[in-house]
């Protein structure tokens, strides 16, 4: 699937959405618990309804804190 991009809008898209949820690939403990309490805050708001607008960042923020978490357990 080719996705075609407009470089000019989603880079402003992205800072505000940045400003407003601290979305980014975690690196570091802190970027871990920053994470976690987003995706807390989000639960408490979008609970289990898988209709709600922002169930895709709930799960967004999920898989991110997951790669985490198996990139940091011990082989």
Same mark, same amino acid.
């Given at each position: 699937?080719?996705?075609?991009?407009?470089?000019?809008?989603?880079? /402003?898209?992205?800072?505000?959405?940045?400003?407003?949820? /601290?979305?980014?690939?975690?690196?570091?403990?802190?970027?871990? *618990?920053?994470?976690?309490?987003?995706?807390?805050?989000?639960?408490?708001?979008?609970?289990?309804?898988?209709?709600? /607008?922002?169930?895709?960042?709930?799960?967004?923020?999920?898989?991110?804190?997951?790669?985490?978490?198996?990139?940091? *357990?011990?082989?």
């Amino acid at each position: 699937m080719n996705v075609a991009l407009n470089i000019d809008k989603l880079i /402003p898209a992205w800072q505000a959405l940045r400003s407003i949820a /601290p979305l980014a690939h975690i690196e570091s403990e802190g970027d871990y *618990e920053q994470a976690t309490n987003l995706l807390k805050s989000l639960l408490d708001i979008v609970l289990d309804d898988t209709r709600h /607008p922002l169930y895709s960042l709930v799960c967004v923020v999920g898989d991110l804190i997951e790669a985490y978490e198996i990139d940091q *357990e011990p082989l």
